[in-house]
């Protein structure tokens, strides 16, 4: 009773925020500004059955998912290498604080002098993700419980039970944060790295197509696609950083 | 393998809390090192377990590795709190097999104990879970911080029992309050 309570409210927040939508684009008047959600929908509809869209979320879906994937396993990585040797944290560290603030914009004009456009959202992704997991990931491992690798150094634990038993309880919640806030901004960049970079058939040449013909409904749809599969892989992600918390509950 | 505690002392500033100690440990003759609060005997358990230098003298290991493991009871119980108590001796105490385990902890846990996150135990039952960790581990010495502490008169009758049929293989040191001395120990003052 309480969890269908909680979908009418949802519900409801959602129909007024559609609601809102429709009425500015009935008060704006202009197809080019701005259209509602229910042209939004007849333009997803109209792009649902051709090949071009597909491949299009195909390509983007595996090229961001590829840069997250490489970006996240980076940076967990670099952390536990920096959490050990404080002598490479120092190396890190200005490699970390220049991925954090260069514009994405440099990144992706480099990428294509370097590289081309075809794998330019997969880099730039790498590049936007590996700083978030590598700054969580070492605030989780600093922040271990000393009095635990005590505990572990007089019982010689080996590294797989250290890492089982203190670090990935302690890392857990850090990595969730951080993976849920690094898949949202890793479509983000890569999306736009896209709409700078025009590789062909992806969302962002996508995009920027449909900006040159000046149709919005395409680009809310598009843009709709990207918010859908950005959400989609933060919950699958959420779902298996908790689901591994469930696993080790049920060794036990 | 024996332990040789020789002249430890040491200082934090112009505290001394040790002043040449001296003592042996070995299997069969387990050493209680006992003291009024704030005399010591944490710093010297942490001394022989290599987790703080002494300021002059030794520690000596003989007639085993030159880096030993240990079996230890801190006085903090330090369990992985997402884990059971059976999960928790396997991380800590190596490659024992679940049952074992399981029917080591049952020697000193109720049943229903065994098998809860230890994060649900009483306090009571943790520092029981704690003292079957570090017999059940293959340290070459066991090391125990106040292993009685917070446990009744009853349940602590039951844990010297087990120490002193556990530990008969290896060298084992407590550090415990007057009270708490097992009359099966050698006693060693700090003061």
Known sequence: MRRRGRLLKKAAIAVFWL??????????????????????????????????????????????????????????????????????????????????????????????????????????????????????????????????????????????????????????????????LACGMAWKSGVAAEVIGQPLASLGNELYRAKIYLETDRILAVTAVTVFLSWLLERLLGLALRGGKRREEGKK | MTVDVRDVSKDYGTLRVLRGLSFRAEPGRPVAVTGPSGSGKTTLLRIVMGLESPDAGSVVFSGGPPKPRFGAVFQEDRLFEDFDAVTNLRLAAGSARREEIRAELLKLLPEDAVSKPVSSLSGGQRRRAAIVRAIISPGDVLIMDEPFAGLDAENTRLAMEYLRESSLSRPLILAVHEKDVPPWCERVSVE
């Not at chain 1, 333009?43 to 996240?72: D, K, Q």
């Open chain 1, 19 to 180: 609601a809102l939508w429709q009425l500015l684009a009935a008060l704006v008047n202009n197809k080019v500004l701005i259209v509602g959600p229910y042209e939004t929908l007849l333009a997803l509809i109209a792009m649902l059955p051709t090949a071009a869209f597909w491949r299009a979320v195909l390509n983007s879906l595996l090229r961001i998912t590829a840069g997250f994937c490489i970006g996240g396993l980076l940076g967990v990585l670099l952390a536990f290498c920096a959490c050990f040797s404080p002598l490479l944290r120092e190396v890190f560290s200005p490699f970390v604080s220049a991925m954090k603030a260069v514009p994405v914009a440099s990144f992706v004009i480099l990428v294509l002098i370097w590289a081309g456009s075809a794998m330019l959202s997969l880099f730039v992704t790498t590049v936007v993700v590996l700083p978030i997991l590598y700054i969580n990931t070492l605030e989780g491992l600093l922040a271990t419980d000393r009095k635990l690798l005590e505990l572990a150094a007089v019982y010689h634990m080996p590294f797989p039970a250290r890492l089982r038993g203190i670090y990935l309880p302690q890392l857990r919640p850090h990595l969730v944060g951080a993976a849920q």
